[in-house]
Nanobody
Framework: QVQLVESGGGLVQAGGSLRLSCAASGRTFSRYTTGWFRQAPGKEREFVAVISWSGGSTYYTDSVKGRFTISRDNVQNTVYLQMSSLKPEDTAVYYC?????????????????????WGQGTQVTVSS
């Protein structure tokens, strides 16, 4: 069993930066592909980024490319999402999730049903 705890959310002005963390428990953390999703009020949960188990490969949704960076530290059992040049439309609850599924391509990890474990989420609010 894996438990995930997100942190690092908050209120930031447009153009600012935040770094989200996702701390995982469980000895098998380093085996899992890990992703970040977000959900704004009244909207469906949306894929943001994913990183391979080794950290060697990443994939992003188009709207965050060049602004967000996903990374992981398998010694610290933590996945990060560095967010820069934030926009009001980035406002959402951000969730990390881990997948036990083995896809050939990281681009296939873009749906909530591809993930087995979820954190409770952390709120990110970007003011204009």
């Amino acid at each position: 069993q894996v438990q995930l705890v997100e942190s690092g959310g908050g209120l930031v002005q447009a153009g600012g930066s935040l770094r989200l963390s996702c701390a995982a428990s469980g000895r098998t953390f380093s085996r899992y592909t890990t992703g970040w999703f977000r959900q704004a009020p009244g909207k469906e949960r949306e894929f943001v980024a994913v990183i391979s188990w080794s950290g060697g490969s990443t994939y992003y949704t188009d709207s965050v490319k060049g602004r967000f960076t996903i990374s992981r530290d398998n010694v610290q059992n933590t996945v990060y999402l560095q967010m820069s040049s934030l926009k009001p439309e980035d406002t959402a609850v951000y969730y990390c999730a881990m997948s036990r599924i083995s896809h050939y391509s990281l681009s296939s990890y873009d749906g909530p049903t591809d993930y087995d474990y979820w954190g409770q989420g952390t709120q990110v609010t970007v003011s204009s």
